[in-house]
């Protein structure tokens, strides 16, 4: 199998589990909660000063539809950072050396950056520093951008906390790096769970996310549990 897991090789992830579609779609179904679509149609408030950060965590079909549920996250859109060549697409990114990545659009007010730190690591297996489950490669690899020493500390300090709480049997291997050029990914990854729910839950329960998560976190997975500030952790 190559590093990279090609979309004709995540069809066949979908088709060998088979047998965990059911599953797979119970999953979906108590997942889903928010019903908001990862790259909504109608405009942002122009009211609320947002802001965005870059989180990467395996497969962005999945870090999307994480995050899509999280009150006060007001668009994901599904992606790729850094590399070396310019508005890659599906079939040359891993070549052009750059990541899978969601860029999240957030009210601060609502949820911070610190909280969105807190449940990327929790909804990933942040101990793996060569993939995500079933995807391997660095462009599966889990990273938290910052754009500011501010937000650095912010996602250090969050990292520091969870790894203190020895959760995991290894420690944390996500890492916190600077804020790269991002490129939208096609508009058929956008939104992938809720435009191909069967495929998706197959792939989500056969890749074992579901079941990582559920393992070490199982209803906190959802909860902040940190305290605020960070700097205060």
Known sequence: MPAHLTLTNRTYLALIVGAALVAGMLVILSFNTSGKSAIMDEPLDPNIATKTVLLAAGCFWSVEFDLEKVAGV????SGYAGGTSENPTYSTYVAGGHRE???????PTRVSYS?????IIKHS?????DGSFYDRGGEYAPAIYYETEEEKKEAESVIAALDAMKVYPKPIATVVIPR??????????????????GHYA?????????????KYWADNA????????SSNL
């Open 222 to 229: 959802n909860e902040f549990i940190l305290r605020e500030p």
């Open 115 to 119: 909280n969105l730190v807190e449940y």
């Open 125 to 129: 297996d942040p101990t793996d520093a």
């Open 202 to 214: 197959a792939y989500r329960a056969g890749s074992g996310r579901a079941a990582f998560i559920e």
């Open 180 to 197: 790269e050029d991002f490129w939208p990914a096609e508009e058929y990854h956008q939104n992938y769970a809720q435009k191909n729910p």
């Open 101 to 107: 990545v969601v860029e999240v659009t957030y009210d």
């Open 74 to 77: 007001l668009r994901v859109v």
